[in-house]
């Protein structure tokens, strides 16, 4: 199994689980089909933007972040080349630096009943 995670602009999010719905690699409504585990939560990276606009100041942190998306799920081993590349098509702005996925293989999963 391989652990898929994204660090995506907020302003693609919604096309990235669009195409992940429609891929038909990931049914996100069934249970146990596709990927397993997908969460997104909202992060800050603490480093300026070639957009000025993409930036903020955040009080907790004291200095300038972008918002971002963190997007994480479980595949098959087979599976994953293919949501990389749908992810990084959905994700894609024509910026640098405009997002990272990371892959990583998973040495063990126990499903908790």
Sequence with gaps: ?????AYIRQHRIADVLQ??????????GVAGAGCHNLTVSQVQ???ASGDPTQQHYSMELAEAV???YRLELVCADD????????IARAAHTG???AGWIFVSDILRAVEIR
């Design 79 to 86: 599976q994953a080349d293919a949501l990389v590349g749908l």
């Design 45 to 47: 990276r603490p480093l």
């Design 95 to 97: 910026q640098p630096e």
């Design 66 to 68: 972008v918002t971002e």
């Design 19 to 28: 195409a992940l719905r429609e891929s038909g690699l990931c049914d996100l």
């Design 1 to 5: 199994m391989k652990e898929i995670k």
